[in-house]
């Protein structure tokens, strides 16, 4: 039995997801957390969080890295940790250098830092030879227009340290430039209380359909799991609306799609003790790298993969965690394929009605999960906003996209918001 430390989480599916991993590989956890009341207020209702099945629950805060530090190895000196992880973005630099400072196994924290930060994955991408749109990062308000024109409209604007598709947009004018930049400007501490860069992204606009390469590294090798597609809405934001694994492509296409992606892993040294989720543009050029998660999917894409492969990334992620290789053999599931579809909100308002009907005993159908009425409710503009999904299924081949729609199309005729 190993004993890990966790430093915080996401509060969706991995949450659930890691924890369970976690104990069904026989091991045991201590969760280190700012606020804890930010994971209690998303406990299934009538459930304790899987989160406080940890051996150890400890208050710290995790926001302060130099003052952490210490204090975790006086923890390690007494509790005796095997391996340190997160789920969450924001906390990945962190774990990377706790890592470093235990001597415990894990990815170095340059690489991690750059991943974690689209600016300077950008810089090392481009320095690596490793295609990707072009770009320009700066925070004055002159150089950003000035790079605008020089990259040319249309083009996407991102914050250089959020996460969720939170403030990225398409902008088609400098008008519009202007606003993005406003919002960015007026957000500056993300929602674990981080103190965001000022620096704006600006990249230009890709066409083509875009696709996630799924790896575990170990030992130096990165191994492909596969390749997830990625269907988009809400524009001008990029909300993904939905997943199926694994994607509907030409072999040609998938190949060049993976060694993309396993060349943007080398460049940035993500070569050990990672599991990533690393997203691919198939343009007409050629893929192109959006960029680069040195953690599991989200979106429940790591379900999607266990359902149809019975690969199950959680627990890969735990293993590498620990050094130790990841189990990553293949078995017959009875799927060929699984999709995911979120449904995403266009208004804003209370949600009065939501009733899944007959879709929660479809044969197919492997998740429902719904908001309840009474919740308030914006129109989506980051993957933060969905009411739920649907998950299904397909033994024959690669149908479940297809029939992951018409579900949503049953569960929103039933949709009301005032």
Avoid at 39 to 45: H, M, N, Q, V
Avoid at 282 to 301: H, K, M, Q, Y
Avoid at 303 to 317: K, N, P, Q, S
Wanted: glycine residues 10%.
């Amino acid at each position: 039995m190993a004993h890990l430390l966790v430093v915080e989480s996401w509060v969706g599916s991995m949450s659930r997801l890691l924890p369970r991993a976690i104990r069904e590989g026989g091991h045991e956890f201590t969760f280190l957390t700012r606020d804890l009341h930010h994971y209690l207020r998303s406990a299934p209702e009538g459930a304790a969080h899987p989160l406080l099945g940890a051996r150890n629950v400890i208050t710290a805060d995790t926001n302060d890295t130099e003052a952490l530090l210490p204090q975790v190895e006086r923890l390690h000196a007494v509790l005796g940790f095997d391996g340190v992880l997160t789920s969450c973005d924001y906390y990945l630099p962190t774990v990377a250098l706790t890592a470093a400072r235990l001597g415990l196994p894990g990815p170095p924290p340059e690489a991690v830092g750059n991943a974690c930060r689209k600016d300077a994955t950008r810089r090392v991408l481009a320095e690596a030879g490793v295609p990707g749109p072009r770009f320009a990062v700066h925070e004055e308000w002159s150089r950003i227009v000035a790079a605008a024109r020089e990259i040319g409209y249309p083009l996407v604007v991102k914050p250089v340290d959020l996460c969720a598709g939170m403030f990225v947009r398409r902008v088609d004018d400098e008008e519009q430039l202007a606003s993005c930049v406003a919002a960015l400007a007026g957000f500056p501490v993300n929602a674990r209380g981080q103190r965001r860069a000022p620096a704006v992204l600006l990249e230009e606009l890709l066409d083509g359909p875009e696709v996630s390469v799924e790896t575990v590294s170990h030992g130096g090798a990165v191994q492909v799991v596969g390749v997830t597609d990625k269907s988009v809405g809400g524009a001008p934001a990029f909300v993904e609306t939905g997943h199926m694994f694994p994607a509907a492509l030409p072999a040609g296409d998938a190949e060049a799609a993976e060694q993309t992606a396993l060349g943007a892993l080398k460049a940035l040294g993500l070569t050990d003790g990672v599991v990533a989720h690393t997203e691919i543009k198939l343009t007409s050029a050629g893929p192109r790298v959006v960029e680069v998660n040195p953690r599991p999917a989200g979106n429940r894409i790591t379900e999607l993969i266990r359902h149809v492969t019975g690969v199950d990334l959680a627990a890969a992620f735990v293993d590498v965690s620990l050094g130790r290789a990841p189990d990553l053999r293949r078995t017959d599931t009875g799927l060929r394929s699984a999709a995911i579809g979120f449904l995403v909100p266009g208004t804003a308002g209370t949600l009065e009605a939501l009733d899944a009907g007959a879709v929660r005993t479809a044969p197919d159908v492997l998740e429902v999960q719904l908001a309840e009425p009474g919740r308030q409710v914006k129109a989506a503009g980051s993957n933060n906003e969905y009411l739920g999904h649907v998950m299904a299924g397909d033994p024959d081949g690669t149908g479940a996209r297809a029939r992951v729609e018409s579900l949503l199309d049953e569960v929103r005729s039933g949709l009301v918001i005032r």
